[in-house]
C-alpha cells in the first residue's frame, strides 16, 4: 500500500514539475512578445520624432516663404475707414500729414483693407511699397505718432510669428502688472533674470506672474527643474507596468487549468 502511495506521490510530482515547466515556458513567450512590444513602441516614437522634425522642416519653409511674400509690407491699424473711399490716398495722406514724410504715392504698389467690417471700428490696411527702403522709412517715422491718434503701424507678420507675439505679449503684459521688469527680445520672453520661448509657454514652463510672491524664484526654478526631469525620464510605467499585470494574470490562469 505504501509503494502504490508513494507512485502516486512521484507521479502527482512530476505532473507538477511538468506543469511548472509549461508555466516558465508560457512566461518566457510572454516576455518575449512584451520585448517585441517595447520594440515596436521603441520605432513607433521614433518614427513620430521623426515626422514632427520633418514637419518643423516643412513649417520653417512655409513661413519663410511667407515672410520674403510679406518683406514689402506693413499693417495699419486704427485708421478711420470712409464709405467709398480711395484708401491709398488716405494712407497717402496720413504719411505726409502725421508722420511730415514727403511721400510719393508710386512708392505704393498695392494698398487695401483686409477683414470684415465690424460695425464703426476700422478695418486695418496692408501697404505694399516698390522699395523695402521706403517700408523700413515708414516704420520707423511711425514712432512719432501720437497714443491720442489712435492709429499705430507694425509689420506684417505671417500667422505663425502673430501667434507667437500675440502670446508674449500677454504674459509680458501680466509680468509688468505685478511690478516685474520684463520685456521682448529676439522672441524671448525675459523676466528679471529669466528667460523663456513661445515653446516654454505652450508646454506651460513659465509661472504665473499673478500669483508669485515671495516664493517666485522657488517656484521659477521648481518649473525649469520639472522641465529637465521630464525631458530625461522616459514613461516606462505604460511600457512595463500593465504587461507585468498580464503576464502574473496569465500565469495564475495556466497553473489554476492545469491544475484542474
Known amino acids: 500500500m ?4 508513494n507512485e502516486d506521490l512521484f507521479a502527482m510530482l512530476e505532473k507538477v514539475l511538468q506543469q511548472n515547466d ?6 518566457s513567450k510572454l516576455n518575449n512578445n512584451l520585448e517585441d512590444i517595447r520594440e515596436d513602441i521603441k520605432e513607433i516614437r521614433q518614427e513620430n520624432k521623426t515626422l514632427e522634425e520633418e514637419n518643423k522642416i516643412l513649417n520653417n519653409k512655409i513661413e519663410s516663404l511667407e515672410n520674403k511674400l510679406k518683406k514689402y509690407n506693413i499693417i495699419i491699424y486704427g485708421l478711420k475707414e470712409e464709405r467709398e473711399e480711395v484708401t491709398q490716398s488716405v494712407v497717402v495722406k496720413l504719411f505726409r500729414e502725421k508722420l511730415e514724410e514727403p511721400f510719393n504715392e508710386t512708392e505704393i504698389r498695392d494698398c487695401y483693407r483686409i477683414g470684415k467690417s465690424e460695425g ?4 486695418p490696411v496692408l501697404v505694399e511699397f516698390v522699395r523695402y527702403f521706403s517700408k523700413k522709412n515708414i516704420l520707423a517715422k511711425s514712432k512719432t505718432l501720437k497714443k491720442e491718434e489712435g492709429v499705430f503701424i507694425t509689420l506684417d507678420y505671417t500667422a505663425a510669428e502673430y501667434k507667437r507675439r500675440k502670446l508674449l505679449h500677454k504674459h509680458l503684459k501680466s509680468a509688468r502688472e505685478t511690478d516685474h521688469l520684463a520685456y521682448i527680445k529676439n522672441n524671448v520672453l525675459c523676466v528679471d533674470a ?3 520661448t513661445y515653446e516654454d509657454i505652450v508646454k506651460n514652463r513659465i509661472p504665473n506672474f499673478n500669483n508669485l510672491g515671495a516664493s517666485g524664484e522657488t517656484e521659477i526654478k521648481a518649473r525649469k527643474g520639472e522641465k529637465r526631469t521630464n525631458e530625461n525620464s522616459p514613461d516606462r510605467e505604460t511600457i512595463t507596468s500593465k504587461p507585468k499585470v498580464f503576464i502574473s494574470q496569465t500565469v495564475r490562469t495556466t497553473r489554476q487549468s492545469r491544475l484542474n
Open 194 to 196: 529669466e528667460k523663456y
Open 120 to 123: 464703426e471700428k476700422p478695418r
Open 22 to 27: 509549461d508555466i516558465k515556458k508560457d512566461i
Open 2 to 5: 505504501t509503494g502504490k502511495s
